[in-house]
């Protein structure tokens, strides 16, 4: 079965501080995926990455970076936290050539 | 623009009861993928079905139906006879050809009383 893990159910972060969110998946797949979702809003793009140390942009990518150094782990930079990025964050990954992704449980992460 | 559109946002029904979610979607591409998750309580979402464009065959497994129309670009959701583990946000998505991305639509909350 595949495995997307990620470090942290539950985070709780201050205003400005620099926060990394990990996911690491078991299935050597070759794309992988942040998201963050809403109420209301469902699933939105942050970003995502298709090999080691490629990434893109998604839907909205303003104050977050991203990390692929290896194949399995993708992490989520938030540079300084602010409050409208409390948030539930979902990472995912898929085999190349195939668009089901399979989705870690998620970090609900709240800056105050 | 948005792509994929669940004008229910929460449906609450008794058990034994059918419940269909709506899908629509929007896309210029012929050739076009469209998913559905379900995400229980604990978080992680669940794959349920994968349908291309190309197939407009109805779709069965157990207790679970999809309706999928592309004239109403519409990939309707039926869960039959409903049970309190159906209890969950569904959500819609749709990926179109040569794009990994999933565009996912705002999810429908649906609760199953006993």
């Known amino acids: 079965d595949v495995k997307v893990t990620q470090s942290s159910r539950y985070l709780v972060k201050r205003t400005g501080e620099k926060v990394f969110l990990e996911c690491v998946q078991d299935m050597d797949h070759e794309n992988m995926f942040w998201y963050r979702q809403d109420p209301g809003l469902g699933l939105r793009l942050i970003y995502f990455s298709y090999d080691v140390k490629m990434k893109e942009k998604g839907d909205i990518p303003e104050g977050y970076s991203v990390s692929r150094e290896k194949k399995e782990r993708f992490s989520l930079i938030l540079e300084s936290a602010s409050t409208n990025q409390t948030s539930m964050y979902l990472c995912?990954?898929?085999?190349?050539?195939?668009?089901?992704?399979?989705f870690g449980p998620g970090t609900r992460l709240t800056v105050t | 623009a948005q792509k994929v559109t669940q004008a229910q946002t929460e449906i609450s029904v008794v058990e034994k009861e059918d419940v269909t979610l709506d899908c629509v979607y929007e896309?210029?591409?012929?050739?076009?993928?469209l998913f559905w998750y379900k995400q229980p309580p604990s978080g992680e979402l669940v794959f349920l079905i994968r349908?291309?464009?190309?197939?407009?065959q109805n779709e069965i497994s157990g207790r679970y139906s999809w309706n999928f129309q592309k004239s109403t670009s519409s990939f309707n959701f039926t869960i039959t006879a409903s049970q309190v583990v159906d209890s969950a946000v569904y959500f819609c998505a749709l990926s179109e050809e040569d794009d990994y991305k999933l565009s996912f639509g705002a999810g429908t909350t649906v609760t199953v009383r006993a």
């Open positions: 349908r291309n464009s190309f197939d407009e």
């Open positions: 896309t210029r591409d012929t050739t076009y993928y």
């Open positions: 995912a990954s898929s085999p190349i050539g195939v668009d089901e992704q399979y």
